[in-house]
């Protein structure tokens, strides 16, 4: 015969132990007034005692509505990484938990959704989804939405979906507009395809190089925010007459795939080449790396997020908005004057 699991223990098993009543439990568990301070002490060390841990889930969908936040991420963007790790703290001071779920190459995002919220996540936080608008304007008609890291056209006012994003197109003019006071004319994008974000930041660099009167010297080579990307990218410009003499990448990923194969090939940054990623990750700080780069702020983007995300779940929808933050040029060891 099959083993038999052991019974969970419920609040029920810590009231026959106390000798108290399973309502006084229930307060003394979530902190609310009502016992003493002797009869606080005997129910917790008693519930440590026989290992009692609340169901959180069932307690708060006995309230009426879950107290879950939903996160959607890509494991392999490590800007994503650096958002999730602000997403927790952030979620857990205003009381609510977090149940994360990853957007694979064989996991899609309409997937995703429908596993949070089969979970009964009360809102959702997509970080740097790939899915159209009317994707994201669908889903809000069930549960608040925010979408972090990408700019959604049309949104339109009173919904229940929310952006938080950094300033892409401002970002890249910062990068655009050092490099040319650096010296530099031949400056080369290579770009994130269709990954969230590029299309504005191609714009941008196009519009900035119009602005230095570049025009001639726009450059794009077709990207993704991968390292694979940006080596291909690199060997692509290795195998043409003349390198560029600056590079600027769709994100940090992109760049450390640039700087090892121009490395490998004996080209030297920033004496050859300058360098700039999107994003400032903590492996662009590195001091083998030392990256310049664009800085989002990864704190200020997820407490953000998770802010919205409970204001539309308490609030309604009046609370939906854009926040736009602003980005920052870190200046490192990747940039330099143009080489003679």
């Known amino acids: 015969m099959a083993e038999s699991r052991p019974r969970r223990l419920t609040m029920a098993d810590v009231a026959e132990r106390a000798g108290v009543s399973r309502t006084l439990v229930s307060f003394i568990l979530d902190g609310k007034p009502g016992a003493s301070e002797e009869t606080r002490q005997r129910v917790l060390a008693i519930a ?15 309230q009426g509505r879950s107290r879950t936040l939903g996160v959607m991420t890509d494991v392999r963007q490590l800007f994503q990484s650096e958002l ?6 952030a979620a857990e001071r205003l009381g609510y938990e977090v149940l994360l779920s990853a957007n694979l190459p064989d996991r899609t995002e309409g997937r995703v959704v429908d596993s949070l919220l089969s979970h009964r996540c009360g809102a959702l936080v997509l970080l740097g989804p790939n899915a159209e608008t009317e994707f994201f304007t669908e889903l809000a008609h069930k549960v608040p939405v925010v979408v972090a890291c990408r700019r959604l056209p049309g949104r339109g006012a009173g919904t229940m979906l929310s952006t938080v994003r950094t300033n892409d197109a401002k970002g ?5 507009d050092y490099l040319v006071t650096l010296g530099h004319r ?16 191609r714009r941008a660099y196009k519009a900035a190089m119009r602005v230095h009167g570049l025009a001639s010297e726009v450059r794009i080579i077709a990207g993704a925010h991968n390292e694979d990307a940006g080596a291909a990218a690199a060997r692509e410009m290795l195998s043409e007459t003349v390198l560029p003499t600056a590079v600027l990448a769709g994100n940090d990923r992109c760049a450390l795939g640039i700087l090892d194969v121009f490395t490998r090939a004996g080209v030297d940054v920033p004496r050859d080449v300058s360098l700039i990623g999107y994003d400032d990750t903590r492996l662009s700080e590195n001091p083998r790396i030392d990256l310049t780069t664009i800085h989002q702020d990864a704190h200020e983007i997820a407490c953000s997020s998770v802010e919205l995300a409970v204001q539309m779940l308490v609030e309604g929808p009046s609370r939906a908005a854009d926040v736009v933050l602003e980005p920052t040029l870190i200046v490192r060891g990747t940039t330099g004057p143009p080489r003679a």
């Open 172 to 176: 890249i003019r910062q990068a655009i």
């Open 186 to 201: 031949a400056i080369h994008h290579v770009d994130g395809g269709t990954d969230p974000g590029s299309a504005d930041r």
């Open 48 to 62: 440590e005692e026989i290992g009692y841990r609340p169901d959180s889930a069932a307690r708060l969908l006995a």
């Open 84 to 89: 999730v790790t602000h997403i927790y703290p």
